[in-house]
Structure formats: structure tokens, C-alpha cells
């Protein structure tokens, strides 16, 4: 018996997260990548940061954090370069 070895590579696309309420986006200047801050979560406790490919909507990275750690990867994506368009209300 063979083994196979291949990983089925899964991806996602940015609008199957078009329920999730908007809470903050950067930009980087000549990136092909855009960085959102998005929440389903009716008490806006937990937070998803996506990174996806803006030109396609392929998410690159998904990372999942809770609020009280929002304004720190705030700080440390603005030290790496990224222009903050927040959006919250």
C-alpha cells in the first residue's frame, strides 16, 4: 500500500467573512497584502486578523486574538509599516 503524502492545501477567500462586522484595516505601502481586524462576536470579545491578498481575497494568514490585544498589534504592525484606517465605531 502506497502512502500518500500530499496535504490538501485549504484555502479561504476574504468574503466568507462578509457577516463579520468591520472593526479596523491597514495597508502597506506597495504590499500586495491588506491586514483586517473582524469580529462575529456580539460582545466584540474575540477578534479575527486577517491578512489577504488584496488584488484575489486569498487569505494568507488568519489569527485569532481578543480585544484587549487589538491596540498592541495595532502598534506593531504601524513599527513594521502599516497605515491604520480604523473603522469602529
Known sequence: MA????????TQNISEFAEYKELGRMKKPRSPHTTVFLTNDPEKWFINCIKYKTKSGIVAHNDYIIAKDMPAWIVWHKNLGWDTLLTED
Do not use: C, F, H, S
Not at 502512502?3 to 485549504?10: A, D, L, M, R, S
Open 3 to 10: 502512502w500518500n503524502n500530499k496535504k490538501e492545501k485549504i
